[in-house]
């Protein structure tokens, strides 16, 4: 087998790339008896470039943190695909395995994809919950535009990983892994340069270079890794594009417990029905806040500061059923009401994080859907990452095709289970994030491995690294209102003149997590990007689209705190017709 040698960091490419050719002139026709090293009388196909990298190997000593080596398992020449203009190129897909220290440790799959029509430049992609799945990089970057090419698309090399194991039947919910420490480290951010690294030497042994620029992209935990990336590797990458990032995952998981052991209550676990109610007499209450009867509430901050759902009023009945008991899906019960405030409100710990910090914000809740019913391809998807079917309770309800409890409820138990206590019986219902007794050693050490904690980028900021970073308002399983307290961290560490001149940071409002039936976004990020790193031309009046809400609906993205106001004439569905205001 081909096998990746321990060089010198400095001439690892140049080797490397030595290395492949001689691999590559080995495969001329063993009938003749000489062989012509000319390159210009022996040109090697993309199909035989992509089949040379089967039996590649990576040695340990070319990937930054320990592992015993890497190796391709298989390769594969896809040919052209689609139309303009989103058409991808002939590419060779190649798959492998980094294998553990630990023997009993779960490898890390990966994908790298090599364009034969390469740009230079290469973009690693993120997961998404707890991951298991091979980020494969083959799609677009969370919520790119339909109508404008994916990396891959444009010339890209694009790769990621599974970060560090393979996901049972509960998916992206599945936590098992958490019981053995390497594979925790792994997906807590140790993945994210074993991946990059292993991906650098099969670049170099393909094109016998390296990218002229390499970039992350990733949403919610792809957005943690994302901006873990571009902290604990400034070096490796030359801008993010961070979308509704699980940046604190940790202290997510504690703010889950928190609204988990609030809808195991009796009676607050709301129908999908109830949770229509909710979300109507808030859009009622709070559309127009913004200047538009159009179906979003953009000015949420003064939603909240109106919006009450125990004395709210639905089509001139009460939204709070009478008395506060059940009386029917037409209001909601005061058990029910008490739930919703929950999510609402933040979580206050009697203990410090490793960050220092002793909170979680509370959910965007008064106009963000959490399941409701109605029609729609995105509907499923909403219903899964919000508030599912079943009401939390132990034994933990399954996760199935036909039904399944709140999202972050299953991201709780599994946490508890696996990651805190490592007893697959404990009852996660009985442990109080807010108070966790015993456990609350663990879960501080569990805040410093998992949460993207540096508040200073200065080596990422230094070298010209960009981020571009949007969360959708009504984002039901990570808050909006936490990706403001990690753009106010920064601002506090570095100064926000600093922070603005490498970051920006936009809300979408009606935008849940990652889709959403009411304004679903599509934003050319990439290009923009793009543009700010390789021309320094700083991103200035974007425009973000909904494909499904409204088909072909504009508005202008604006930079947080400021939020898309209707200037009172204009289409009501063009982003010209809007202006950002702040207040």
């Known amino acids: 087998m081909m096998s990746m040698q321990p060089v010198r960091?400095?001439?690892q490419p140049l080797l490397i790339g030595l290395i492949a050719a001689l691999g590559v002139v080995g495969c001329s026709d063993s009938d003749n008896d000489t062989v012509n090293n000319d390159p210009a009388a022996n040109p090697v196909t993309a199909a035989q470039h992509c089949a040379n990298l089967a039996d590649l190997t990576i040695a340990e000593a070319s990937i930054g943190m320990p592992t015993t080596g890497a190796r391709v398992t298989a390769t594969t020449l896809q040919a052209a695909s689609g139309a303009a203009p989103v058409a991808v190129g002939e590419y060779c897909a190649v798959k492998g395995e980094i294998d553990p220290v630990d023997p009993v440790a779960p490898v890390i799959k990966f994908q790298v994809n090599l364009p034969t029509d390469w740009n230079?430049?290469?973009?690693?992609?993120?997961?998404?919950?707890?991951?298991?799945?091979?980020?494969?990089?083959?799609?677009?970057?969370?919520?790119?535009?339909?109508?404008?090419?994916?990396?891959?698309?444009?010339?890209?090399?694009?790769?990621?990983?599974?970060?560090?194991?393979?996901?049972n039947a509960d998916g992206s919910r599945d936590g098992s892994f958490g019981s053995n420490d390497e594979a925790l480290k792994n997906f807590a951010s140790d993945a994210l340069k074993k991946t990059r690294d292993v991906a650098m030497a099969i670049i170099s042994a393909r094109y016998e270079a390296t990218p002229e620029k390499t970039y992350f992209a990733g949403g919610s935990t792809g957005g943690r890794e994302a901006l873990l990336a571009v902290q604990n590797w400034p070096e490796d990458f030359d801008g993010a594009i961070v979308l509704y990032?699980?940046?604190?995952?940790?202290?997510?998981?504690?703010?889950?417990?928190?609204?988990?052991?609030?809808?195991?209550?009796?009676?607050?676990?709301p129908s999908r029905a109830k949770r229509k109610v909710l979300y109507d007499a808030a859009m009622a209450a709070c559309d127009e806040l913004d200047g538009a009867a159009d179906g979003l509430i953009s000015n949420q901050n003064e939603c909240d500061a109106v919006f009450d759902p125990a004395t709210a009023m639905l089509d001139g009945s009460p939204v709070r059923c009478e008395s506060?008991?059940?009386?029917?899906?037409?209001?909601?019960?005061?058990?029910?009401?008490?739930?919703?405030?929950?999510?609402?409100?933040?979580?206050?710990?009697?203990?410090?994080?490793?960050?220092?910090?002793?909170?979680?914000?509370g959910f965007t809740t008064w106009g963000t859907d959490f399941g409701i019913p109605g029609d729609g391809p995105l509907r499923p998807t909403t219903l899964t990452l919000s508030l599912g079917t079943e009401q939390p309770a132990y034994p933990f309800p399954p996760v199935t095709a036909a039904a399944m409890p709140p999202y972050g409820s299953t991201f709780w138990d599994q946490w508890v289970k696996y990651f805190v206590t490592r007893d697959p019986a404990y009852n996660s219902l009985t442990l109080d994030p807010e108070n966790p007794g015993a456990w609350q050693a663990r879960i501080v050490e569990l805040t410093t491995l998992q949460d993207a904690n540096a508040t200073d980028l200065s080596a990422f900021q230094n070298r010209g690294g960009k981020i571009l970073m949007a969360h959708g308002i009504h984002d039901a399983l990570v808050s909006n209102r936490a990706t403001r307290q990690y753009l106010g961290r920064l601002n506090t560490a570095m100064g926000a003149e600093k922070v603005q001149s490498f970051l920006r940071y936009y809300e979408i409002a009606g935008y849940g997590h990652a889709v959403?039936?009411?304004?679903?976004?599509?934003?050319?990020?990439?290009?923009?990007?793009?543009?700010?790193?390789?021309r320094g031309t700083e991103p200035t009046a974007q425009v973000v689209a909904d494909n499904i809400g409204v088909p072909g609906r504009t508005r202008p993205l604006c930079e947080y705190p400021s939020w898309p106001r209707y200037d009172g004439t204009g289409d009501i569905n063009a982003a010209q017709s809007f202006s950002c205001a702040t207040n």
């Open 245 to 269: 990032p699980a940046w604190n995952g940790a202290s997510l998981d504690l703010q889950f417990g928190r609204v988990t052991r609030a809808l195991a209550e009796p009676g607050a676990y």
């Open 9 to 11: 960091r400095g001439t």
């Open 120 to 167: 230079r430049k290469a973009m690693m992609f993120g997961g998404g919950g707890y991951n298991g799945s091979v980020a494969a990089g083959t799609g677009n970057v969370p919520a790119g535009p339909t109508d404008q090419p994916s990396p891959l698309g444009r010339g890209y090399v694009t790769f990621g990983s599974d970060s560090g194991h393979q996901a």
């Open 324 to 361: 506060g008991a059940d009386t029917g899906d037409a209001c909601l019960s005061d058990a029910q009401i008490t739930a919703f405030k929950v999510i609402n409100t933040p979580l206050t710990l009697n203990y410090a994080l490793a960050s220092g910090e002793t909170s979680y914000p």
């Open 516 to 534: 959403s039936s009411d304004f679903n976004a599509g934003w050319d990020s990439l290009t923009a990007l793009e543009n700010w790193v390789e």
